[in-house]
């Protein structure tokens, strides 16, 4: 059954994380989320999906340069929202997304993202990932984002037992203390990225390795 399977001390993982992490450099997102604003959140969320860090980075700077508002980015065309994006991946198919969430969120938001789970959900290819994400980092706001460092570590330590990313999320807004929710995700897409890799992860030095129980890690350095 699917649910938390370790006692395992979530709040010293947690003060650990902060400590390792604190030289690694901050993912793509929280970079950009340093601006306070939920539409660039918004829309660099939907720019990095299958998409670097480097570039979701660059290309969002792009955009932001072109437009920074639902009504300023709707005064564009098709064709100078592809050029900025480029090469995102799958960039048509979001600067169609794009234009779709700009069009409600001037119809129905006032122009203003929501800071409703429920809401932002509704808008054109806005997911869980995106949706939490929007409330954390541009709302600042409680919300668990799962991505696939997210879940993988989470499974991986111990801490739960699940098969999907969404069914990571439903446990952890269960067993993960709230307080820590906000950060749970930039933490571990940084030590994901330069520890905990998915692939062969450098347990040898990890401070964490003696409370993971290293599940599916077949190999490591």
């Excluded at 959140?41 to 990095?48: E, F, G, N, P, Q």
């Excluded at 993988?152 to 307080?179: A, C, Q």
Aim: aromatic share 6%; hydrophobic share 40%; charged share 25%.
């Amino acid at each position: 059954m699917a649910g938390k399977v370790t006692d395992f001390n979530i709040a010293e993982v947690i003060k650990t994380l902060k400590k390792v992490t604190k030289e690694f450099r901050k993912p793509g997102l929280m970079l950009i989320g340093k601006h306070n604003d939920p539409f660039m959140v918004l829309i660099s969320c939907i720019i990095s999906l299958r998409t670097r860090d480097e570039i979701t980075e660059t290309a969002s700077a792009r955009l932001f340069s072109l437009a920074k508002t639902p009504a300023e980015l709707l005064k564009l065309t098709h064709a100078n929202i592809v050029k900025a994006i480029y090469p995102a991946a799958f960039f048509r198919n979001k600067t169609k997304s794009i234009i779709e969430i700009c069009e409600i969120l001037e119809k129905k938001y006032a122009g203003i993202v929501p800071d409703k789970l429920e809401e932002l959900l509704k808008l054109k290819g806005v997911g869980r990932k995106t949706a939490n994400l929007t409330l954390t980092i541009g709302h600042n706001k409680p919300g668990i984002c799962v991505d696939i460092h997210v879940h993988r570590i989470s499974n991986r330590w111990g801490y739960v037992k699940t098969k999907t990313p969404d069914e990571t999320e439903m446990v952890l807004r269960k067993v993960l203390p709230k307080r820590f929710w906000k950060r749970y995700n930039e933490l571990l897409v940084s030590f994901g990225q330069n520890l905990c890799k998915p692939i062969s992860p450098f347990c040898s030095s990890c401070p964490l390795e003696a409370q993971c129980l290293k599940v599916g890690v077949e190999k490591h350095r």
